[in-house]
Structures are given as structure tokens and as C-alpha cells.
């Protein structure tokens, strides 16, 4: 998996998180590790909702973390394991900031 980026919001997301969050894609849907890196628009791929939804829940078992539901995103923003890292990455900084 190439681990840089043309993304900028891909550069400010941490690599293991990306990292791992490819390693859970790879698995769950059973693909070469390969063909998709943090770049990939998910949503190009053909997954179904209901598989989508069910990695999701992996993503959030993992990190210990609620991401928002994808489902009503703005289809302006390509869905990719980056912009998924980008929003774990930020959720964990929220949980490790004291509140104000």
C-alpha cells in the first residue's frame, strides 16, 4: 500500500491508522492487498451497503469509535479507506481532548 498521498487530507491522517484500516478491508472483503490503497474510491468497487455498513462496524469495533453513516454523505467527497482514517484519526484526538 503506498503510504503517501496527492490527498490532502490523507497527509495529516495518521499511517498505522490507514494501515490498519486497510488490513480490515483486505480481510473482510477478500481482496488483493494490492488493488486497493487509501486512495481507492470504495464506492467505484461495486460492495454492496449492506457489506459496506458491516466493515464499518469492524472500523468502529477496532478504534472504539461511532463514524457517521456514509450512506448520507455528500457524494461530492470520494468515500476511500483515507477519508475514513482522516475521520477515526479525529474522533480518537476528540476522545483524548479534555472537554472545555
Keep these: 500500500m503506498d503510504n503517501t498521498s496527492s490527498h490532502r487530507d490523507d497527509r495529516l ?8 484500516i486497510h488490513t480490515i478491508f483486505v480481510d473482510y472483503f477478500e481482496l488483493d492487498p494490492a488493488t486497493v490503497d487509501a486512495n481507492t474510491d470504495l464506492t467505484g468497487l461495486g460492495l454492496d451497503s449492506i457489506s459496506v455498513m458491516e466493515f464499518v462496524f469492524k472500523v468502529e469495533d477496532e478504534f472504539k469509535v461511532q463514524l457517521p453513516d456514509f450512506s448520507a454523505a455528500d457524494n461530492k467527497v470520494p468515500l476511500t479507506l483515507g477519508t475514513i482514517a482522516g475521520i477515526v484519526d479525529t474522533l480518537l ?3 483524548r481532548s479534555p472537554s472545555t
Excluded: G, S
Excluded at 491522517?13 to 490498519?20: F, G, W, Y
Design 93 to 95: 484526538a476528540n476522545q
Design 13 to 20: 491522517t495518521d499511517v498505522k491508522t490507514v494501515d490498519t
